[in-house]
C-alpha cells in the first residue's frame, strides 16, 4: 500500500505539488518498460513486477469484508467487471482512502481473474501529468495505476480511457485503476465502471497475516497489550506492520512488539528523562550518532558523536582516547550492541530504533535541527571521519524532512549550496537525491527541482545541483521527470550549470535501455515550434555528439543507430538532431566543430559518420563556413581528409532534400 504526500503539521514543505498537482508513487524491484513497438519517446510507462512474497500474502492471508446486501463481495464484482461477457471493460476503479487495503484488492482481483503472477506490474508514474496514452496494453499483462496522490484528473484522462479499453481488450490486458473519492470525478465523460473498496477489520487483517508468517505466535493478539492496539481506526497497514514485528524472531516478547509498534517512543521518554544531567550530554551524543551511523565503524560513530558534543559547547575531558568510561560502558547506558567487525547498532536489539532515535530527538527538540543538519554536513565533508558514509547519512536526514518541520531540511540545503563549499554543495546533492526519490515527499522535492530550474534568478551553483541531482538516483529512478528539468536547465537563455547540465544530459543517454529514446526526445525538442525548447533541444543534441571524454555517450549511440542507413537520411536521428540545431545562430559554429569532430574521428564507422554528414549538408553547401567544414582547417587528420573526399563527391550528387526540411527556420537566439 502507498501512501500520499501531504502537508504536515507545520504546513508549507509538503504542501508543494508536481505539474499539475501531479503525485509519483515509488515502488521497488526490477524496471522494465513494456513497449509495444518502437517509439521516438516514451510511449509507455516503465513498470515493475510484484514480488512472489506479496503475492503468496494476498492468496493467502487476503481478508475479505463482510458481505452486504448490495451483491456480493468487492472482489468478484470487480472480476466481473473486468471480465464481462458481454462488452468486456478491462478496466475497473477501486476507490477509497490510501492505506486501506487497496492495493491488495487490486492485486487479489487480477489473481482472480485468471492473471498469472508473473504478469502482474506496478506502474512507475515517471510524468508530470497524467496520460492515459502512457499507460500500456501489453498482450497478456496486467498494471495496476495509483493515481491516489492526484487532486484531480485532466478531462483528457478520462476521455482516453475509452480508446485504451478497446485496446486492451484486443490485447486481452486488464488496468486497475486506485483512486480516492476526491480525485476519481468523471462525471459523464468516462464509463469505467467504479467499485469503493471496504476497508477490512484491522484485527483480522493481522491476524490473517500472523497466521501465515508466524502461526506459532498468533495468540499474541489476544493478550490485551497487544490486542489493544487494533482499534476501529487502524488502518490495514498499521494491522499488517503489528503481524510483521509479532512474526519476528528478533521480537523478545510482546512488550517490545508493543514498544516497536509505537516507534520506541514510550523507551526514548523514559531514556532521556533518566539520562538528563548535565554529565550525560556526551552519552546523548553518542546515542544520535550511533542512530544516524547505524551500523557503522565504532571509530567512526564515536568520533562524530564527540563533533556533535563539541558542537553543543560541550567540553572533551582531558586525556582525548583514554579519557571516559570503556566503550563497552557507553554502549550498555545507550542499548547498542557491538555488530560484526566492529560497528555499533542499536537496532540489532531493537528493531528500527536507529530511526526512532532520530525521530524523537527532531520532534522533541526543535533548536537542535540546524544543529543537526549542520553537524551532519561536518562529518560528512571531504577528509572527515564520515565521508565514505555520505549516502547513508542523507537517507538518515531524509527520514527527517519527511517528519514535522521538513521544511528546514530544504532551507539549509538552499544555504549550503549558496555558501559555494564543496562539502556543502555535496552533501546537499545527496540529499536532494533521496529526497527527491522518497515516496512520501519527493513529489514536493520534485516539484522544488523543476521550478529551480525554471526560475530566472536560480544561481549557477543551484543549476549546477539540481544538474547532478538528474544525473544520479532521480535520473536512474524517474528518467522523464530528470530529463524534463534538464530541458528547463539546457533552455536557459543564461546558460547557468551548461556544463554539469550536458553532462547529466549525457550520464541519463548512457543507460542502453534508453539511449535512442533519449536522443529521440531531445531531437524533438530540437525541432520544436517553441523557440525556448528548440533552444535546449539544440544545446542538449549536441552535448550527446560529443566525443571527448573517456568513453563518450556518442560512441555507443553512434554505434546503435548506425543501423538507422535503411531510413530515409532526413529522418534519421542524427541527421534531423545536427539539421536543427544548425538553425540556431548561436549554435551554428558548435554544431560545425561537432560535426567536424565525427567526421575526423577514427572511432566512427565510416559509412555511418558519412551517410549522416551527407544528410546534415545536402542543400546547405552555400551556408557560411560549410567550405570549410569540407576542405578547410578543420581538416586535422588523414581519416578526416578522406572521408571529406568521398563526402564531397557524393553531396554533389545527392539530391536536395525536400522544401519543407531546407526552408529557413527562425533562428531562436539566446
Not at 481506526?233 to 498499521?238: F, V
Not at 576542405?631 to 563526402?647: A, C, N
Amino acid at each position: 500500500m502507498t501512501t500520499a504526500a501531504g502537508p504536515t503539521p507545520e504546513g508549507a514543505f509538503l504542501e508543494a505539488e508536481a505539474s499539475d498537482h501531479a503525485v509519483v508513487t515509488q515502488v521497488a524491484g526490477d524496471y522494465d518498460e513494456h513497449h509495444h513497438l518502437y517509439v521516438r519517446g516514451w510511449e509507455y510507462l516503465g513498470a515493475v513486477g510484484v514480488s512472489e512474497e506479496e503475492l503468496d500474502l494476498v492468496e493467502q492471508a487476503y481478508v475479505h469484508e463482510p458481505v452486504d446486501a448490495g451483491g456480493g463481495r468487492q472482489v468478484n464484482r470487480a472480476v466481473n467487471v473486468l471480465k464481462r461477457p458481454l462488452g468486456q471493460r478491462n478496466i475497473v476503479a477501486l476507490i477509497g482512502a490510501p492505506d486501506t487495503g487497496r492495493r491488495t484488492t487490486a492485486l487479489r482481483v487480477l489473481l482472480d481473474a485468471g492473471m498469472a503472477g508473473k504478469n502482474i506490474h506496478s506502474l512507475v508514474l515517471d510524468w508530470d501529468r497524467p496520460r492515459i496514452a502512457q499507460v500500456p496494453h501489453t498482450p497478456g499483462h496486467s498494471f495496476v495505476l495509483d493515481l491516489s496522490g492526484y487532486r484531480s484528473l485532466p478531462k483528457d484522462f478520462y476521455q482516453g480511457l475509452a480508446d485504451y479499453q478497446t485496446a486492451a481488450a484486443k490485447s486481452e490486458a486488464y488496468l486497475v485503476i486506485l483512486a480516492t473519492p476526491d480525485t476519481w470525478k468523471p462525471g459523464s465523460v468516462a464509463t469505467v465502471s467504479s467499485i469503493d473498496c471496504v476497508t477490512p477489520p484491522a484485527d483480522k487483517v493481522a491476524e490473517a497475516h500472523l497466521r501465515h508468517l508466524a502461526p506459532e505466535r498468533e495468540d499474541w493478539l489476544k493478550e490485551t497489550e497487544l490486542a489493544e492496539l487494533l482499534g476501529t481506526t487502524t488502518s490495514p497497514s498499521d494491522a499488517v506492520r503489528l503481524a510483521r514485528i509479532i512474526a519476528n524472531p528478533g521480537t523478545a516478547d510482546k512488550v517490545e512488539a508493543r514498544e516497536e509498534f509505537g516507534n520506541w517512543e514510550d523507551h526514548l521518554l523514559d531514556w532521556f528523562e533518566e539520562y538528563s544531567e548535565d554529565e550525560d550530554l556526551r552519552d546523548r551524543a553518542l546515542l544520535i550518532a550511533a542512530a544516524l551511523l547505524e551500523g557503522r565503524p565504532a571509530v567512526v560513530v564515536m568520533d562524530a558523536a564527540d563533533r556533535l558534543f563539541q558542537r553543543v559547547k560541550g567540553a572533551l575531558p582531558h586525556g582525548g582516547a583514554l579519557a571516559g568510561r570503556d566503550l563497552d560502558k557507553r554502549l550498555d547506558a545507550i542499548g547498542a550492541e557491538r555488530v560484526g567487525d566492529d560497528a555499533i547498532s542499536l537496532s540489532v536489539e531493537r528493531h528500527g530504533l536507529h530511526e526512532a532515535v532520530l525521530e524523537h530527538v527532531w520532534r522533541q527538540r526543535p533548536p537542535l535541527r540546524q544543529i543537526l543538519l549542520e553537524w551532519a554536513s561536518d562529518i560528512s565533508a571531504p577528509g572527515a571521519i564520515a565521508v565514505k558514509h555520505l549516502e547513508h547519512i542523507a537517507e538518515g536526514v531524509t527520514r527527517l524532512a519527511a517528519g514535522s518541520g521538513g521544511g528546514s531540511v530544504i532551507q539549509i540545503v538552499t544555504k549550503w549550496i549558496a555558501t559555494g563549499s564543496s562539502s556543502h554543495h555535496r552533501l546537499a546533492v545527496g540529499l536532494l537525491e533521496s529526497m527527491a526519490t522518497h515516496p512520501r515527499i519527493g513529489v514536493a522535492v520534485r516539484k522544488y527541482l523543476y521550478d529551480w530550474a525554471k526560475q530566472k534568478g536560480t544561481s549557477d551553483a543551484l543549476a549546477q545541483a539540481v544538474a547532478e541531482v538528474c544525473a544520479g538516483n532521480l535520473g536512474r529512478t524517474y528518467p522523464r521527470v530528470a530529463l524534463t528539468r534538464l530541458r528547463l536547465l539546457a533552455s536557459r537563455a543564461d546558460g547557468r550549470a551548461a556544463g554539469a547540465v550536458a553532462e547529466a544530459i549525457r550520464v541519463l543517454a548512457s543507460d542502453p535501455d534508453r539511449r535512442a529514446l533519449i536522443l529521440g526526445e531531445i531531437v524533438d525538442w530540437a525541432e520544436s515550434e517553441d523557440p525556448v525548447m528548440r533552444q535546449g533541444g539544440a544545446k542538449a543534441f549536441l552535448a550527446l555528439t560529443d566525443l571527448t571524454g573517456e568513453n563518450p555517450t556518442a560512441l555507443s549511440l553512434a554505434a546503435e543507430l548506425s543501423t538507422e542507413a535503411s531510413t530515409a537520411p532526413d529522418d534519421q536521428l542524427f541527421v534531423r538532431g545536427w539539421r536543427a540545431a544548425w538553425r540556431h545562430d548561436s549554435a551554428t559554429a558548435e554544431v560545425k566543430a561537432s560535426l567536424a569532430a565525427w567526421l575526423d574521428s577514427p572511432n566512427v564507422h565510416d559509412d555511418h559518420v558519412i551517410n549522416v554528414a551527407v544528410g546534415v549538408l545536402t542543400g546547405r553547401l552555400g551556408d557560411a563556413g560549410v567550405a570549410d567544414l569540407l576542405v578547410g582547417p578543420s581538416v586535422s587528420t588523414d581519416v578526416g581528409h578522406r572521408r571529406r573526399t568521398t563526402l564531397f563527391k557524393r553531396l554533389l550528387s545527392s539530391p536536395a532534400l525536400p522544401a519543407e526540411d531546407t526552408e529557413e527556420q527562425p533562428a531562436t537566439g539566446t
